[in-house]
Every structure is written in structure tokens, then in C-alpha cells.
Nanobody
Framework: VQLQASGGGLVQAGGSLRLSCATS????????MGWYRQGPGTQRQLVAT???????YYTDSVKGRFTVSRDNAKNMGYLQMNSLKAEDTGVYYC?????????????????????WGQGTLVTVSS
């Protein structure tokens, strides 16, 4: 299962970026899609998540500025980032957890699986 994050880049403080996360069609159901950030010299931290039902979570530092969304039909996830700050700089990783249905199999794998994308770099200049 592949997750492909894209949309990062260089932006001035106050600007906006929209990250996208594409994944394969092997999913039966993606229970949760999440975005994590790893800044320079820091550990990877959770930024936002969204469940299959649309419930969202945001870390305090991005509330009111970032919006997480998903397109269940397309197995896509998005992170709209507005009013970007220098401290938002980092590599953003998408994460997906859910149930798989392998091609040719009549049943859904009952175990929840978790996968990570390769990361996309966001640099916010002050």
C-alpha cells in the first residue's frame, strides 16, 4: 500500500498551502487519515486527523488555521494550511489506518493496518 504526499513547497509567512495524500484502492475502509509534522531537530508530531465519519482533531498550534479533509470515494486526504508561520516548517507525512481488501479476495482483512507516506517538505519563510 502506497501513500503519496504532495503539495509542499516554500511559502512566505501568512501564506497558504494545500497538501494532498493519495493512496491505493486496496483499502476496504480507511478508519483514520492523519498528518504529522517533523520540524528541524524535532520528533514527528501529530498535526491533524480525520476519521471515516468526518470527525477531526487538530493539535492546538494549528487550530483555526489548518483544515483536514478527505474524499472517501477517491481515497484521498488533504490538509489546507492557511496563515502559515515559520514554526510550521517541516516535513509533513500522511498516515492512514484501516482495513484492507486484497484483490481477488472475497473477504476483508480483519486486522487494522497502518501506512505512512514519504513526506513532503513545507518551508515557511519569515
Amino acid at each position: 500500500v502506497q501513500l503519496q504526499a504532495s503539495g509542499g513547497g516554500l511559502v512566505q509567512a501568512g501564506g497558504s498551502l494545500r497538501l494532498s495524500c493519495a493512496t491505493s484502492e486496496i483499502w476496504h475502509r480507511i478508519n483514520s487519515m492523519g498528518w504529522y509534522r517533523q520540524g528541524p531537530g524535532t520528533q514527528r508530531q501529530l498535526v491533524a486527523t480525520i476519521t471515516s465519519g468526518g470527525s477531526t482533531y487538530y493539535t492546538d498550534s494549528v487550530k483555526g488555521r489548518f483544515t483536514v479533509s478527505r474524499d472517501n470515494a477517491k481515497n484521498m486526504g488533504y490538509l489546507q494550511m492557511n496563515s502559515l508561520k515559520a514554526e510550521d516548517t517541516g516535513v509533513y507525512y500522511c498516515n492512514a489506518k484501516g482495513l484492507l481488501k486484497y484483490p481477488g479476495s472475497p473477504v476483508v482483512d480483519p486486522d487494522e493496518h497502518e501506512f505512512w507516506g514519504q513526506g513532503t517538505l513545507v518551508t515557511v519563510s519569515s
